[in-house]
């Protein structure tokens, strides 16, 4: 249990709760949660299903038969995968797809390559399987982008798994068609199995997405991870899903079983009308995000002493606040007690992630308005004053 770790953003969350429960107001920009509701069709999909149709039994280990078929016409569509319902395995959420993947193949001393910012789990779960997690640097200098040639410097003959995540969290970058080609590449050149982390990527605002599994090669050794929770505001129904090279799905499979047994029957009844029915929530969640991300970086921009890119997908900014002369933590905290604004700290996500905060805009413009004019405020009484405000205060 000393191998395995957490994710941040729940621990701030319940400090900002605590926070509020003294009377404070508190803006919360911590969760990567879409703040619209679920689609209405949707949900009514799942009621039926639950009400009228007696979804409320075991299903098949890998999902009901309908909703992998659903998938693989998703897939083609969006990704330009070309596969079959049996590689399709269907989880609560998609977490369950990154701890398998480590589970099925990292063996003790097994090293997996992973991005530095990036999702904690990944990096926690190589660790607590007994695998060594070796960081790729994600630097503001390359538009925090994996460094190709960095990666390939880092590949061992214990090299297992190159994990990477386009659109990504927690900076909102995207790799280039050139980047995803050149490491495919390296995965055929060094036999990687490789974990792409797709869940951003109808959250991807200029260009297509490519998806690495469709290059010569690479089907047979990709995993590619999505699922329901961010394209259309489905967190709390705990839908994900993988597209599984063949040799690989027997796994996956006995994994299910001896975990989970199965997903929920009637929020897959749901998530098969999300895919195959409007997408005009779906569109306007993502159009409502394009104009947050102006505001956002452009709020920040305008605040002496923060510098942020632009993000080219998902719905976090990553600021640079290392002109305060404070770690991140020491920043985030600050926000939080005397400004009232939740964000998380870039170490959250590793220890590349030092001197930048994670904000999530997924709130109404109103409150990043506000989020804004209060982070201005706060930091130029800590430039002025020095004084960080914490928990004690």
Not at 27 to 50: K, Q, W, Y
Not at 142 to 152: G, L, S, Y
Not at 293 to 307: D, F, K, W, Y
């Amino acid at each position: 249990m000393e191998r395995i770790g957490t994710e941040t953003a729940f621990e701030a969350a319940a400090r900002a709760r605590a926070l509020e429960a003294t009377g404070r107001d508190v803006i919360h920009l911590e969760l990567g949660e879409p703040d619209f509701d679920t689609p209405r069709h949707v949900s009514e999909a799942a009621a039926r299903a639950l009400l009228d149709e007696g979804a409320t039994h075991y299903t098949a280990a890998t999902g009901i038969a309908p909703l992998r078929e659903a998938i693989v016409a998703d897939v083609k569509r969006w990704k330009g995968i070309d596969t079959t319902p049996d590689q399709v395995v269907v989880t609560p959420g998609a977490k369950p797809i990154m701890f398998y993947a480590m589970l099925a193949l990292v063996d003790d001393g097994d090293e997996v390559i992973y991005p530095n910012p990036g999702f904690p789990i990944y990096e926690s779960m190589a660790r607590y399987v007994g695998g060594t997690p070796v960081a790729a640097p994600l630097r503001e200098s390359n538009d925090f982008r994996m460094d190709v040639e960095e990666v390939a410097s880092l590949i061992t003959p214990r090299t297992r798994m190159l994990v990477f995540n386009s659109p990504h969290n927690p900076t909102g970058s995207i790799l280039t068609d050139e980047d995803i080609r050149r490491l495919a590449e390296l995965a055929v050149e060094h036999d990687l199995v490789v974990l792409a982390d797709e869940i951003y990527g109808r959250l991807q605002y200029e260009g297509s997405l490519l998806s690495i599994g469709t290059l010569p090669g690479m089907a047979e050794r990709t995993i590619t991870l999505d699922g329901f929770s961010k394209t259309f505001a489905m967190t709390g129904w705990r839908m994900g899903y993988g597209v599984i090279p063949e040799w690989l799905v027997p796994s996956f499979s006995r994994l299910v079983i001896n975990s989970v047994s199965c997903t929920n029957a009637f929020a897959q009844a749901g998530a098969i009308q999300a895919l195959t029915g409007p997408q005009d929530d779906a569109d306007a969640m993502r159009d409502e995000f394009r104009a947050r991300r102006q505001l956002m970086v452009e709020g920040l921009n305008a605040i002496p002493g923060v510098s942020c890119v632009m993000p080219h997908g998902a719905f976090y900014t990553f600021p640079s606040v290392s002109s305060f002369g404070r770690t991140s933590s020491e920043i985030a905290d600050h926000l939080l007690y005397d400004a009232g604004v939740c964000g998380l700290s870039g170490t959250a996500f590793g220890k590349h992630g030092e001197g930048h905060l994670r904000f999530s805009y997924a709130n109404s413009r109103e409150n990043l308005s506000a989020a804004l004019q209060r982070v201005g405020e706060s930091l130029a009484k800590l430039a002025s004053t020095g004084e960080l405000v914490g928990a004690g205060s």
